[in-house]
C-alpha cells in the first residue's frame, strides 16, 4: 500500500478520509457534472479495494449499498485501503436511464478516450485516475429492463484468482461470466487488477435483500483480504454454476411467472404461462433442464424472442 494515493493531484495519506470530485464535463445548462471519489485509507498496510456503482445509472442497489456503507461507517478499513465511488453515471441516475445523453453504454466503452464520446471520457477517467490505484474491485450492478437477479458474483472462471475472490464474497451463487469486449471488468484485467461483478435485484427498484447481502459479501471479502477483523456469516452455502442461459417467449402476450428468484425447478416443470389479452388463448412454459433460477423478467407484456427467465446448470464441485 503507498504511502501516499495521488488522486487529481489531492495527496491521501495512510489514516486519512477525503472526498474527491473529478471533473467531467457539463450539461448544456452550464451545470458541472463531477464524479464523487471516497477515499478511506487505514492506518495499516494492506490492499487497495474499489467499490463502484451506479455505472448504469437505473441501477440503484449499488449506489444504496456503498451509501450504506459510507453512513454507519463500515467502509472504512482497519488495514489497506477502500476508494469508494457510489454513483460513476450521474447523467442516466438523473434521467433513470441505463446510458448517457448520447446513449451510449459506459460498461461498453472501455478502456475510453480523453477525446470521444461522454461514455469513452468517463471511460477514460476510471482507467487514468482510479485503475492504476487499485488491487481489486467490486463493480455493483442489478438486471436491467424489469429483470430481477438473485444475489449473485460473475467473473470469469479462466482467471484463478477470481473464483477466490468470489469465494471470500461469499455469494449465495457464483456464476461464470467470460470477460466482455470494451467492459469496465475486461479493461480492468487489462491492467492486471481483478474486479468482481455483484448482480442482485432489478433497476428502479431497491431490494432490501440484494442491498443487504451486497454490503455483506463487501464485508466478507474485505476480512478475508485481512482489510477488517469481522464480517457477517453467509445465509446460505455458495453454489457455483458453470453455466447459464435463459428461457424466452416462443409466443407474444402477457407474462406470468410461477417461479421465484433462487428456487429450484425440474425438468418439464410447469414455470409460466403467456396469455395473450383478448382472454382466448394461453400458451404454458416448461423448464427445459433441472436448474436454478437467477433471474426473472417481471415485465407483463413480452414480444416472442424475448427474455423470461434466467437459469444457472452445471453445479461446480
Not at 463531477?34 to 449506489?63: A, F, S
Not at 451486497?214 to 446460505?236: D, Q, V, W
Not at 407474444?252 to 383478448?278: C, D, R, T
Not at 414480444?303 to 423470461?308: I, N, R, W, Y
Request: aromatic share 8%; proline share 6%.
Amino acid at each position: 500500500m503507498p504511502e501516499i494515493i495521488n488522486i487529481a493531484g489531492k495527496k491521501v495519506r495512510v489514516g486519512e478520509i477525503e472526498e474527491i470530485h473529478l471533473k467531467i464535463a457539463r450539461l448544456p445548462t452550464y451545470t458541472t457534472i463531477n464524479l464523487p471519489v471516497h477515499i478511506y485509507r487505514g492506518k495499516k498496510d494492506g490492499p487497495v479495494l474499489l467499490l463502484t456503482g451506479g455505472l448504469h445509472g437505473d441501477e440503484l442497489n449499488g449506489i444504496e449499498i456503498i451509501r450504506r456503507m459510507i453512513n454507519n461507517g463500515a467502509i472504512i478499513p482497519e488495514r489497506g485501503t477502500v476508494i469508494a465511488m457510489p454513483l460513476v453515471n450521474a447523467y442516466g441516475f438523473l434521467q433513470n436511464v441505463r446510458g448517457v445523453p448520447d446513449g451510449k453504454d459506459i460498461n461498453r466503452s472501455f478502456p475510453g478516450s480523453k477525446n470521444g464520446s461522454l461514455a469513452k471520457l468517463i471511460a477514460h477517467t476510471l482507467m487514468h485516475q482510479i485503475i492504476p490505484l487499485i488491487d481489486y474491485g467490486i463493480d455493483f450492478h442489478t438486471g436491467g429492463a424489469s429483470r430481477a437477479n438473485y444475489p449473485q458474483i460473475r467473473c470469469a472462471f479462466t482467471v484463478p484468482e477470481n473464483i477466490v475472490l468470489a469465494r471470500g464474497f461469499a455469494p449465495p451463487m457464483i456464476l461464470n461470466s467470460p470477460l466482455i469486449e470494451n467492459s469496465f471488468r475486461k479493461a480492468a484485467y487489462r491492467k492486471d487488477k481483478h474486479i468482481l461483478v455483484y448482480e442482485a435485484g432489478e433497476s428502479l427498484r431497491f431490494s432490501d435483500i440484494a442491498i443487504q447481502e451486497g454490503i455483506n459479501g463487501t464485508l466478507r471479502l474485505m476480512k478475508y483480504l485481512k482489510m477488517i477483523s469481522e464480517a457477517p456469516a453467509p445465509n446460505e452455502e455458495t453454489v457455483i454454476y458453470l453455466k447459464s442461459d435463459w428461457l424466452r417467449a416462443k409466443y407474444a402476450g402477457m407474462f406470468s411467472s410461477y417461479v421465484e428468484l433462487g428456487q429450484e425447478i425440474k425438468h418439464k416443470e410447469k414455470i409460466g404461462h403467456i396469455a395473450e389479452p383478448f382472454g382466448h388463448e394461453e400458451f404454458e412454459i416448461f423448464a427445459t433442464r433441472n436448474a436454478r433460477v437467477i433471474g426473472v423478467n417481471n415485465a407483463p407484456v413480452v414480444h416472442k424472442g424475448d427474455a423470461l427467465i434466467h437459469y444457472a446448470y452445471e453445479v461446480k464441485k
